[in-house]
């Protein structure tokens, strides 16, 4: 992930000569600036007859390929840490601290989550949060040093049990905004009901294909070109296979307009790939 030249604190000063205007980033990583005065403003002023002839233009010049720069990598990065959540990967401290909390662009989406601590057998020790400061802190606000053999990862809010209101309501007195659903996130049970409603709905062929998106892949291609399921991979090496029934043909996805699932056993499955799997297909049957 390039820094994109910010300084360490993660953001960039614009020099208009007699003005300077600094950029920050918001929850989905969109940069904005504020004036002098801390004021954020709606768009960075295009320069005047009192600024300075050269810096004034090449500042703004920044700016504008700074946003066309970052754009083409935020959503990828965000999408990354969902699925890092989803997935339940770890990093060591040290990494953590370096690639995440220590990048100048990454920081702005890392101090908007609430990140746990994880024993090597995949057990959750503790929870934590990036504070303005990179700072850590707990649920109650206070001070948390990073144990340097602690691995640590995005918290899924099945996870936090009786913290997922407390941390929600920590957020909500700093006026955090989240760059992907972590504390509000839905989650779902295999309940036969709810199976049963996935099942008997049509489903949009390009809904189904959109899947894709979040770390599905569509079958081999059978006969004529037919695709009959989806798939994807899920902790422990394991892979989950979703059929639909007319299928897809390669080259001609609207050839069906709709697709009818049909799921297989979540019961053998934990919690949170359940939800995850479940939370997809619910999505798309809206």
């Known amino acids: 992930m390039p ?14 000569g007699r003005r300077q205007f600094v950029v920050g980033f918001d929850e989905q ?8 005065a801390g004021k954020r403003l709606k768009n960075l002023p295009k320069p005047g007859v009192n600024d300075d002839q050269e810096l004034a233009p090449a500042a ?31 990093w060591s401290a040290a990494d953590f601290a370096r690639l995440l909390v220590g990048h100048p662009l990454l920081w ?7 990140w746990g601590t994880y024993d090597p057998s995949g057990r959750l020790t503790g929870t934590l949060r990036v504070a303005e400061d990179r700072s850590f802190a707990d649920v109650n606000d ?3 040093p990073l144990p340097q053999d602690a691995l640590v990862g995005v918290v899924h809010p099945l996870e936090l049990g009786d913290d997922l209101a407390a941390w929600a309501e920590v957020f909500a007195d700093y006026e955090i905004l989240q760059p992907f659903r972590q504390l509000d996130r839905e989650t779902y049970e295999p309940d036969p009901k709810l199976i049963a409603e996935i099942e008997a709905a049509k489903v949009p062929t390009g809904a189904v294909i959109g899947l894709e ?8 291609p059978q006969d004529a070109g037919w695709q ?22 390669i080259g001609h996805p609207d050839f ?11 019961d053998d499955l934990d919690p949170i790939t359940a939800s995850e799997i479940l939370r997809d297909l619910k999505d798309i049957t809206r």
């Open 29 to 36: 990583l969109k940069p904005y600036v504020t004036d002098a």
């Open 60 to 90: 703004y010049r920044r700016f504008a390929g700074l946003k066309k720069d970052v754009r083409s990598v935020a959503g990828d990065a965000i999408h990354r840490l969902e699925q890092a959540m989803v997935d339940r990967r770890r």
């Open 108 to 114: 702005h989406i890392v101090r908007r989550l609430v």
């Open 256 to 266: 069906a307009e709709e697709q009818t699932l049909m799921m297989p056993g979540l």
């Open 213 to 220: 998106r979040r770390g599905w892949r569509r079958g081999t």
């Open 228 to 249: 009959y399921w989806i798939e994807r991979d899920v902790p422990g090496g394991r892979i989950v296979t979703i059929s639909f029934d007319p299928g897809i043909v």
């Open 142 to 144: 206070d001070a948390l």
């Open 3 to 16: 820094d994109f030249e910010l300084s360490a604190d993660g953001s960039l000063t614009l020099d208009y």
